[in-house]
């Protein structure tokens, strides 16, 4: 009951003198299923293709003509039916990417030589795209006689790995910035070195630092502008001109940052026609706030269009903020105040602020509401200062606490302790589970963090200690104490992470006392020497002896060598002993 497709070819002959028929007959089903095979696969192609934004072409290099495939007419956004050719292909791209490529495909055809590109071009709909694109010359008798090749869409790639150096480059600001403060004596110092910064490392094309007082927009201290176009600017910021709705009046009226990514085409820009001539783009302006008064606003320009990103943004407004604290206490004439709180190098809060801001979120936690508080220390820190230096440590460091401000999103809740240590506290904790899993989600993602220090690329894991309140305690001064009893009990432990409990509380109180009752008798002389003989089997008499220590405690006697020689080795007080 089954149909068989079936091929029968038959002709009329004569056998003798009687006509017959003459057929053959094939069997057509396996044909059937090698074509469906074949039209499966060509199908599974295509839909890989379209996933991986890969496409196929062809071109006679003689000619000129050529085909390729779906995929390719995608990224090009043009009708996949139409006809294409070498020429075509090549006007899509522009500029130096179109020298690039057309070199690489006179090349290929002149030499065989193939080729592998990254080049940005522009759709037929005008979309830019960045495509990686590789040749092979097909060579027969010595010269090419096919060109064949893919295109690969890498935009979204692109975009990523030009993320990281802007995010990078906000970091560094940051850093520095923070530096500044810490020696900055006087206004214009900070904000001379400020535009300086924002100008040098920050890649804007000019920065520009004003003060406000009493409505009027006054320039303090600038970087990359010429005479002329600060004099025009001077003039209209004295004239009042900029509107309501200008950039710098919607900063000081909303107290929040407003950029424009495309200045020449943002009526709320004025100027628009002179910062063209000058290579802007993009221009932000940033509040300089203290007691929520704008006292002064920094301006920056970029040469790039959408230059201004969110995530660059957050880094931004953070330097903004630390200019404003560094105003608000230079007006004091307190910036000393700063170190007092902030640690120098990463612009963290340093022991004594994250303590105080511990304390604050654990008072006003809610009734029955949990905080925890965890101690995070880097693991092998000093072998990375050991082998490529302390200024790569440092810098390590900074990169750490960048990745923390970025995981946390809120840099008061972040401190660093001490040299590889940071804290961080969850003010608002549902169920001890859900501190496991922000844990274990947290070492995932360090560990999956690479940080580049000095051309070296760097993976690195951590120990955590964690107390919870009001479990472990209530005051911030005991909450540190027990998450760092937790925290050196995960380094000795090697667990990536522990909790604290009563029982290591009692524990480690046990060993500080034992350490301590140890210290008092080496400066004492409370130990003993026991000499235990050693028979010769052979004649059953006394061969020698062995010298043992013993420590002859005033309090207790004569103390179990297993309780105090682990902890004589472990704190080196072994060496001592072992001289007397």
């Known amino acids: 009951g089954v149909l068989t497709p079936y091929f029968l070819v038959a002709r009329r002959v004569m056998v003798g003198s009687e006509p017959s028929l003459l057929g053959i007959g094939l069997d057509l089903s396996r044909v059937r299923q090698y074509e469906h095979r074949l039209r499966e696969q060509e199908t599974i192609l ?80 005008g979309v830019r795209k960045w495509v990686r694109t590789m040749c092979h010359p097909v060579m027969e008798n010595g010269r090419v ?44 110092e900070l904000f001379a070195e400020a535009c300086k910064i924002a100008r040098t ?24 502008l010429d005479e002329q176009l600060l004099a025009e600017m001077r003039a209209l910021l004295a004239s009042g001109t900029p509107g309501p709705g200008s950039l710098i009046a919607r900063t000081i009226r909303e107290r929040r940052a407003v950029v424009s990514n495309d200045v020449q085409r943002d009526s709320a820009v004025p100027l628009s026609a002179r910062y063209a001539a000058a290579g802007i783009n993009s221009a932000g302006v940033f509040p300089l706030a203290v007691a929520g008064q704008v006292e002064g606003i920094l301006m920056l320009f970029a040469a790039e269009r959408d230059f201004f990103h969110d995530e660059e943004m957050e880094l931004l407004l953070e330097v903004t903020h630390d200019v404003a604290f560094a105003i608000d206490h230079l007006n004091k004439q307190d910036q000393l105040d700063y170190l007092a709180y902030y640690d120098g190098l990463t612009g963290l ?32 820190f000093k072998n990375i200062n050991d082998s490529l230096g302390l200024a790569a440590g440092d810098e390590l460091l900074v990169q750490v606490a960048g990745w923390l401000r970025r995981y946390a999103r809120d840099s008061t809740l972040l401190g660093r302790i001490e040299r590889d240590v940071f804290g961080a506290v969850m003010p608002h904790v549902r169920e001890d589970g859900d501190v496991a899993r922000f844990v274990e989600r947290s070492l995932a993602s360090l560990l999956g963090q690479t940080f580049v220090v000095n051309g070296s690329e760097l993976r690195i894991s951590a120990k955590l200690g964690i107390a919870l309140s009001p479990d472990d305690g209530v005051e911030a001064e005991a909450l540190f104490r027990n998450a760092e009893a937790a925290l050196k009990m995960a380094k ?32 004492n002389e409370e130990f003993v020497l026991h000499y235990q003989p050693k028979l010769r089997l052979a004649s059953g008499r006394v061969g020698a002896a062995e010298a043992l220590s013993r420590w002859n405690d005033p309090q207790t006697g004569l103390v179990p060598p297993g309780r105090f020689s682990p902890l004589l080795e472990e704190t080196g007080m072994i060496y001592e002993v072992g001289r007397w």
């Open 201 to 224: 490392g920050g890649g804007v094309r000019m920065a520009l630092v004003c003060t406000v007082r009493e409505g009027r927009v006054i320039p303090a201290a600038w970087e990359g």
């Open 46 to 125: 295509l839909e890989m293709s379209a996933m991986a934004h890969i496409g196929g072409w062809s071109f006679d290099p003689a000619s000129g003509e050529g085909v390729w495939t779906d995929e390719v007419a995608r990224i090009h956004d043009v009708d996949p039916e139409g006809a294409t050719s070498m020429s075509f292909g090549l006007s899509f791209y522009r500029g130096e990417n179109l020298e690039k490529i057309r070199t690489a495909v006179q090349e290929a055809i002149d030499f065989g030589r193939p080729y592998d590109l990254e080049l940005e071009l522009v759709s037929a709909k």
């Open 492 to 523: 000795k432990s090697g667990d990536r992470y522990l909790f604290h409990t009563r029982r290591m509380t009692e524990s480690a109180a046990a060993r500080l006392s034992l350490e301590n009752a140890l210290r008092r008798a080496v400066e």
């Open 349 to 380: 809060a340093n022991r004594r602020l994250f303590l105080e801001r511990v304390g604050q979120f654990a008072r006003t936690r809610p009734e029955g509401g949990k905080l925890a508080l965890f101690l995070l220390d880097l693991d092998r």
């Open 145 to 188: 006689t096919r060109m064949r090749g893919i295109i690969q869409e890498i935009t979204e790639r692109k975009i990523a790995e030009d993320r990281i150096p802007r995010l990078n480059r906000a970091q560094g600001v940051l850093s520095q910035i923070n530096s500044l403060i810490v020696r900055a004596r006087a206004r214009e």
